[in-house]
Nanobody, 113 residues
Framework: AQLMESGGGLVQPGGSLTLSCAAS????????VSWLRQAPGEEREWVAS???????NYADSVKGRFTISRDSNKFTAYLQMNSLKPEDTAVYYC????????WGQGTQVTVSS
């Protein structure tokens, strides 16, 4: 059972990226999914969540810029990030939580000119 993030990279301020979180080996569609991030020297912080029924919540710092979604047929969650800022630079982690708690390995997002 695992989660695998992808889609990180280097982007200029104001740019966009879409992160993916692909699940395998467990009943992903039963799980609530969250994205969290951790910048160097900082604690890991919650970014956004989507419930198994599709309800979403966002941290104030990303509200209006980021969109979390999921595709039950592909067992994959996404984080669409627009209007990126340098302070969005971090390693982004996917988390799936229900009767167990799964984490991905993280993907680096760097926002810099």
């Amino acid at each position: 059972a695992q989660l695998m993030e992808s889609g990180g990279g280097l982007v200029q301020p104001g740019g966009s990226l879409t992160l993916s979180c692909a699940a395998s080996g467990f009943a992903f569609n039963n799980y609530d999914v969250s994205w969290l991030r951790q910048a160097p020297g900082e604690e890991r912080e919650w970014v956004a969540s989507i419930s198994r029924t599709g309800g979403t919540n966002y941290a104030d710092s990303v509200k209006g810029r980021f969109t979390i979604s999921r595709d039950s047929n592909k067992f994959t969650a996404y984080l669409q990030m627009n209007s990126l800022k340098p302070e969005d630079t971090a390693v982004y982690y996917c988390n799936a939580k229900w009767n167990r708690n799964y984490w991905g390995q993280g993907t680096q997002v760097t926002v810099s000119s």
